[in-house]
């Protein structure tokens, strides 16, 4: 198996977990009895882990390779999605998706950490098709939830079917997945800056950060916006995250040439104007056009993420080929901490208001993503970033 594809169904599994859990969300909140506002605050285990998880993973990935990162990460996040499903109670809930995010957030710096790796060695870009199983892998994971729903499966039996599968793919794909150990004096080479004190790495990952609340509020309040708001049913609520899912993964797998062509900015600005246009039909269209501007938002949001990950893991980049752990891990951190604030940011205001304009909110996040943008381009000639 080549190193490219391994890399691409690992980064499916980890969107195939995201996608079981979030259509599933109606059933959970039900399952422990929780108010938007409260089964918000749930939610913040799984972002408050991803967070903790993700600087501590740069650290680990650089020291024992990104192979034995995804190893680890993933078991332990199999494990964590079915005791999601089987959480009696809000604090169960918050201490299982506190396991999850934590071996999640490692997954995703690992996973990438790796997806670097195959586009040092193929000379070109392929992030952006990677990203693409992950949404390939969430859509999947929406479907086969809408379908557990639509047969009255319940969370445990559904998400503990998940997990098993998640680990049997992961046996098989593991040995061609790139970075094994690193030899004791590539670790040694110290990056000569601290991704703290470079600017281009902060703007790279304002753009992540506003990515990451837009695509959370979509995969986290998406089913229920659809129930609550638009009055449908919870199986044919799943397919709101689907149509997102769709989309985006769609529009990663064009993604490098659109990179190629129009740039990163450009790509970057006219992605945040289509994402924040899908939010807003979303929140205040009928229930047909929702779906459409959930699509909508999920090819807008695509290349943010990808295109921000990837030059950070660039910017780290040593003499032996090797490095980019820690800026990628850096800018991972600071994206998460918007999962740490879109839950309980969307569940208050749709507490006291609606969900709709919670929504509202979050496309004016989105929007935010173009001067993000543009400043990365400018602190690119000042910091020799790749960023154009």
Not at 302 to 307: D, E, Q, V
């Amino acid at each position: 198996m080549r190193d490219r594809t391994a890399v691409f169904t690992i980064f499916a599994l980890n969107g195939a977990a995201l996608g079981s859990w979030a259509p599933r969300t109606p059933a959970i909140a039900a399952q422990v009895d929780a108010s938007p506002g409260i089964f918000g605050l749930a939610l913040l285990g799984a972002s408050v882990g991803m967070l903790c998880g993700a600087p501590i993973a740069g650290r680990l990935t650089e020291r024992f390779g990104a192979r034995a990162a995804v190893a680890g990460s993933t078991v332990v996040a199999a494990v964590a999605l079915a005791l999601v499903g089987f959480a009696p109670s809000v604090p169960l809930l918050a201490g299982a998706l506190l396991v999850l995010g934590a071996s999640v957030g490692a997954l995703d710096v690992a996973m990438n950490v790796a997806g670097v790796l195959v586009e040092r060695r193929m000379a070109r870009a392929v992030m952006p098709t990677l990203h693409a199983g992950f949404s390939f892998g969430a859509l999947a994971g929406s479907l086969l939830a809408g379908l557990a729903a639509g047969q009255e499966w319940s969370p445990a039996r559904h998400l503990s079917a998940a997990a098993a599968v998640t680990l049997v793919v992961l046996t098989v794909v593991l040995r061609a997945v790139p970075g094994g150990r690193p030899a004791h004096e590539a670790r040694q080479q110290a990056p000569s800056r601290a991704p703290i004190r470079r600017p281009v790495l902060w703007l790279l990952a304002s753009v992540a950060l506003c990515s990451a609340i837009a695509e959370g509020a979509s995969s986290d309040w998406s089913a229920l916006l659809m129930v609550t708001v638009h009055g449908v049913g919870e199986g044919p609520a799943a397919l709101a995250y689907s149509g997102f899912a769709l989309a985006m993964a769609l529009a990663r797998t064009a993604g490098a040439w659109i990179q190629e062509r129009f740039g990163a900015t450009r790509s970057l600005a006219c992605g945040a104007g289509l994402a924040a246009l899908g939010l807003v039909v979303a929140a205040l269209a009928p229930e047909g056009f929702a779906y459409a501007g959930f699509a909508l938002a999920g090819a807008g949001l695509a290349a943010a993420f990808p295109l921000a990950l990837s030059l950070a893991g660039n910017a780290g980049k040593r003499a032996d080929g090797g490095g980019g752990e820690r800026e990628l891990a850096f800018v991972s951190t600071i994206a998460y901490s918007g999962f740490l604030a879109g839950p309980p940011l969307i569940g208050g205001i749709a507490q006291a208001t609606s969900l709709s304009v919670s929504f509202l909110i979050v496309c004016l996040i989105a929007a935010l993503i173009v001067p993000a943008a543009l400043g990365a381009a400018r602190a690119a000639g000042r910091d020799h970033a790749p960023v154009s």
